[in-house]
T-cell receptor, first 114, second 113 residues
Framework: GDSVTQMEGPVTLSEEAFLTINCTYT??????LFWYVQYPGEGLQLLLK?????DKGSNKGFEATYRKETTSFHLEKGSVQVSDSAVYFC?????????????FGDGTTLTVKP | DADVTQTPRNRITKTGKRIMLECSQT?????MYWYRQDPGLGLRLIYY???????NKGEISDGYSVSRQAQAKFSLSLESAIPNQTALYFC????????????FGEGSRLTVL
């Protein structure tokens, strides 16, 4: 079945540092890929998405590119802020092979220190 | 008001008690889901429903049941709660017409003593 593997945390960075959170996936079809973010005490919300190979999703300074050849969707941000401290989840969804159910990675906790 | 509302937000109960977590949505979505979040384990799907007459088990449905009372309402029940059901529970919706993006409630934290 489909699976998502993301970089283990926790990750601790200083403000303005560069962020990369690795995510790789296994899927039989051509899934859509997502990054969700969970701020403390809140539910998950969509951060960005990409629906086909070579698409780049971007939002709030975060970016991720759908790489079919390496089955990856790594999250990057050039300069993190304290307010980016949260748990980040990589996920995939494939309507054709998995009835649209989403598969999540285990989450990566990011702490940004001033 | 939130598009996806969960009640209660926090609940402490004892082993053997029956618990119901409720979810309502104003997004007009047909698809609704219940997930469980445990530290280091990501989100695991408990049950999902693609319309009022459609209920499906997820990967960890044992010990849980659900009811889809209307398009907007999807409840999760623990008939006899046990301590290892202590977790954060999320309801989510999706339209089923686009990329599969999920919209989440704020979560219900359940503690079973």
């Amino acid at each position: 079945g489909d699976s998502v593997t993301q970089m283990e945390g926790p990750v601790t960075l200083s403000e303005e540092a560069f962020l990369t959170i690795n995510c790789t996936y296994t899927a039989t079809g051509y899934p859509s890929l997502f990054w969700y973010v969970q701020y403390p005490g809140e539910g998950l919300q969509l951060l960005l998405k990409a629906t086909k190979a070579d698409d780049k999703g971007s939002n709030k300074g975060f970016e991720a590119t759908y790489r079919k050849e390496t089955t990856s969707f790594h999250l990057e941000k050039g300069s993190v802020q304290v307010s980016d401290s949260a748990v980040y989840f990589c996920a995939l969804s494939d309507e054709n092979t998995n009835a649209g159910k989403s598969t999540f990675g285990d989450g990566t906790t990011l702490t940004v220190k001033p | 008001d939130a598009d996806v509302t969960q009640t209660p937000r926090n609940r402490i109960t004892k082993t053997g008690k029956r618990i119901m977590l409720e979810c309502s949505q104003t997004k007009g979505h047909d698809r609704m889901y219940w997930y469980r979040q445990d530290p280091g384990l990501g989100l695991r799907l408990i049950y999902y429903s693609f319309d009022v007459k459609d209920i499906n088990k997820g990967e960890i449905s044992d010990g849980y049941s659900v009811s889809r009372q209307a398009q907007a309402k999807f409840s999760l029940s623990l008939e006899s709660a046990i301590p290892n059901q202590t977790a954060l529970y999320f309801c989510a919706t999706s339209s089923g017409r686009d990329t599969g993006e999920l919209f989440f409630g704020e979560g219900s934290r359940l503690t079973v003593l």
